[in-house]
């Protein structure tokens, strides 16, 4: 399991709890893996990090600018969670062209896809909720709020 710490990515033994590597490289909110390679926030880009060996190959704008909280990897995209522009971006890994984009009536905390379908964090005040969502078009199809102060 990797994740980031803002000033590298940490590979983490599940089993053990260790932190079993890190690379030494921008780690900001958010990371993803298509199955070869780790995209990483670094406040207003994105990089594409070869794991093997922790060489940044390419980078491309994050749409946020510097605003992004979350980032995925699913249909062969990056999915991007933008905090206060209340958003939910999808795309090109390559170009960082947007594809689509989600609007949320609320600040977005995070954004995954588990078995397919579309997650997203949200918060607002004191309150809090994960969301499953229609990828086409937005819709709410599921809220499960989170106790408060989380």
Excluded: Y
């Amino acid at each position: 399991v990797w994740f980031a710490s803002g000033d590298r990515l940490n590979a983490l033994d599940p089993a053990s709890g260790k932190v079993v590597r890190a690379i030494d490289v921008a780690a900001h909110a958010g990371t993803a893996f298509d199955g070869q390679h780790l995209f990483q926030i670094a406040v207003d880009r994105i990089q594409k990090i070869d794991p093997n060996t922790g060489r940044v190959l390419a980078t491309i704008p994050a749409p946020g600018g510097g605003g992004d909280s979350g980032l995925a990897w699913a249909e062969g995209s990056l999915w991007v969670g933008q905090n206060r522009g209340r958003k939910i971006h999808q795309i090109d890994p390559q170009t960082g062209a947007v594809l689509r984009t989600i609007d949320s009536n609320r600040i977005v905390t995070g954004v995954t896809w588990i078995d397919g379908e579309l997650w997203h964090g949200t918060w607002e005040g004191d309150e809090s909720d994960v969301r499953r969502i229609d990828p086409e078009t937005g819709k709410v199809l599921e809220k499960l709020d989170m106790p408060p102060g989380t």
